[in-house]
Every structure is written in C-alpha cells, then in structure tokens.
C-alpha cells in the first residue's frame, strides 16, 4: 500500500464527485484534513469490511491504543 492523500475539507466539499472517482479507481484511503490536522479516513468499503472483520465486535470505537493488550 502506498501513503494515502491528503485533501483539505474544503477540497472535498467542492470535489466530492471527483474524490470518490479517485477512491474507486485507485483503491487507496484519503486523509481529510481540517484545521491543518487530520480529521477523518475516506477507504473503499471492502478495505473497511475487511478491517472491521479482523476487530472484536466489542470494540466499537476502533482498534486498542498501543501497548494495549488484546484477548487472544
């Protein structure tokens, strides 16, 4: 996987059509940023899917912090 992009909120709201085309056709996750500072992760689904499959459905608000441990 190669580093995602990066696009501004702004760039976004203006483009919307234009990022999803890009999301479909490269398959790499898109950083959103605002306020200079990574805001949200935009993922082709299946990308999702398979990242949620691999979390306990316990954890509903993402993956342990680090150093955090994990059942096995």
Same mark, same amino acid.
């Given at each position: *996987?190669?580093?995602?992009?990066?696009?501004?909120?702004?760039?976004?709201?203006?483009?919307?059509?234009?990022? =999803?085309?890009?999301?479909?056709?490269?398959?790499?996750?898109?950083?959103?940023?605002?306020? $200079?500072?990574?805001?949200?992760?935009? *993922?082709?689904?299946?990308? =999702?899917? $398979?990242? *949620?499959?691999?979390?306990?459905? $316990? $954890?509903?608000?993402?993956?342990?912090?680090?150093?955090?441990?994990?059942?096995?």
């Amino acid at each position: *996987m190669t580093l995602p992009r990066f696009i501004g909120v702004t760039e976004l709201r203006n483009n919307v059509r234009r990022v =999803f085309d890009r999301l479909s056709k490269d398959r790499e996750p898109i950083v959103i940023i605002r306020e $200079s500072k990574p805001e949200a992760v935009i *993922m082709p689904y299946k990308d =999702f899917e $398979s990242l *949620m499959n691999g979390r306990p459905e $316990s $954890s509903p608000k993402g993956p342990a912090p680090a150093g955090a441990e994990t059942p096995p």
